[in-house]
């Protein structure tokens, strides 16, 4: 999580700002094909995990091997278009750019080579080994992020880089591959073939989660394009690189939700509703908590932060930095209902809301740039967001688990509006009555949210624990 911004001074010192904006700009567009996975995995995820629970995990091979089959074929389609467009694209803007015409064939080929074997992973985790799944990701992250580090101070550039990043994406899926054929047998795939009367039970209910994939796309992979475009590269960094660091904390928010994510959603399609509700709130405070804490260090240390760690290329004016903030409290708030609906597959309703918001922040974000730079970018997301499915997401998972609205609002108070409170209460006055330094004085706001957090959290999961 912490590699990218890791990273960062290296990126800085070996190119070019302008170099630097082109790279980041290459992993959006690559993130494009993710478009390709059809949602294919999460059924994957869905049917190993019900035949492993009836203790029939080998029916799940031929939904293996036909989910498999189908990404080969669309990644091979993909990788010939794409090349072909890469191939006229290069020649019109002639030799100048042609290594980043390079970088991005090279990246955008190995992620299409690692994406059939990404289905090793989802049937993994269907088998609920999620600690291997993530071991096998930390491991290529790793990896990835160790041997960047090499390749650009060997002055290898942007192919260089590529290549490292390309084919680090080829190792999680390779170990899922030899782990299942060791651990799980009947899951191999050599041994099932494709079906084609399994298509429409494969594709039905991937239909909504492209629909997620596409609104996803026009939200998180459009920023740095637009900013490219009508900015110019060299202005992408002081907008990436901070959304990295929010990415970073909303990741490490994620990782209790997506821990018993399964769990919850069986506890919901099971209609446990008293379980679900208790389980739901736990993970919602969990993410708050470390959403206060995110806040308050990214509003009063993330500049500074970032201007001591990589240069002023990667700082942002002030109203952007507090938008990323607010941005990561609303992620945080939304990781729990977005497990309750996709892991029960109750997100048809989320997929359309999802569609309205991406075309809303495309369409903002276009409008926003010009008059207000970086920070148009970041109000556009925020508009498009909480106009369309911080309150859809919000409602809808309270109607489903039967949540009244006091509820949340109790659990949003205790573990974000009174812990972000305690840290600007003690940043501000640090900050006006003394001469401590600004990083000082954010980090002592910082453990101060920390603390108030963590006493009302044990405070209420020891209430919630007494009422069972």
């Known amino acids: 999580m912490a590699g990218p911004l890791l990273l960062v001074p290296l990126f800085i010192r070996h190119l070019e700002p302008a170099e630097y904006g082109v790279w980041i700009t290459t992993l959006s567009i690559t993130g494009y094909f993710g478009l390709l996975n059809l949602g294919i995995a999460q059924v994957v995820v869905g049917v190993v995990t019900r035949e492993h629970s009836l203790g029939t995990v080998g029916n799940a091979a031929r939904f293996l091997a036909t989910g498999f089959t ?4 669309l990644a091979l389609v993909a990788w010939l278009a794409s090349s072909a467009v890469l191939l006229v694209g290069c020649d019109l803007l002639g030799a100048p750019r042609a290594f980043n015409c390079l970088a991005l064939w090279i990246t955008s080929s190995l992620f299409l080579a690692a994406l059939p074997a990404s289905l ?3 049937a993994l985790r269907g ?4 600690g ?4 096998f990701n930390a491991t290529a992250m790793l990896v990835r992020y160790t041997l960047t580090a090499a390749a650009l101070v060997a002055g290898f550039k942007l192919v260089g880089v590529a290549l490292v990043h390309g084919l680090a994406g080829l190792i999680p899926g390779t170990l899922a591959f030899f782990r299942l054929r060791r651990k799980q047998p009947d899951l191999h795939v050599g041994e099932a073939r494709f079906e084609r009367s399994l298509l429409p039970e494969i594709l039905k209910p991937s239909a909504w989660f492209v ?3 596409v609104s996803g796309v026009l939200v998180w992979g459009v920023d740095s394009v637009v900013i490219a475009y009508f900015l110019g590269p060299a202005a992408v960094p002081a907008y990436a690189v901070p959304l990295q660091l929010i990415l970073a904390a909303q990741a490490i928010s994620s990782i209790a939700t997506s821990a018993m994510a399964p769990h919850l959603a069986g506890l919901v399609v099971s209609g446990r509703h008293e379980e679900s509700k208790r389980l739901y709130l736990r993970l919602f405070s969990i993410s708050m908590a470390i959403a206060a804490i995110g806040c308050v260090a990214v509003w009063f240390g993330g500049r500074q932060l970032l201007g001591a760690w990589a240069g002023p290329a990667v700082v942002p004016d002030t109203p952007t930095i507090i938008g990323m903030g607010i941005l990561l409290a609303i992620q945080c708030s939304l990781l729990p209902a977005d497990s309750v609906l996709v892991g029960a597959l109750r997100h048809r309703g989320y997929a359309v809301v999802s569609v309205i918001e991406g075309v809303l922040n495309l369409a903002l974000s276009i409008c926003w740039v010009n008059v207000l730079g970086i920070f148009g970018v970041i ?3 925020l508009v498009a967001r909480i106009s369309t499915n911080w309150w859809f997401l919000t409602v809808k998972t309270s109607r489903m688990l039967g949540l009244r609205p006091g509820e949340h609002v109790r659990a949003l108070a205790a573990s974000f509006l009174v812990p972000t409170a305690a840290g600007i209460v003690v940043a501000l006055t640090l900050r006006e009555y003394t001469l401590l330094p600004a990083l ?3 980090a002592a706001a910082v453990l101060a949210s920390a603390v108030v957090g963590l006493t009302l959290q044990r405070t209420a999961f020891a209430l919630l624990a007494g009422r069972r």
């Open 70 to 73: 189908i990404y080969m074929v």
């Open 440 to 442: 000082a004085s954010a």
């Open 127 to 130: 088998c609920k080994e999620v």
């Open 120 to 122: 090793f992973l989802a």
């Open 379 to 381: 109000l556009a997301t």
């Open 211 to 213: 629909v997620l994939q």
């Open 132 to 135: 291997e799944e993530q071991i």
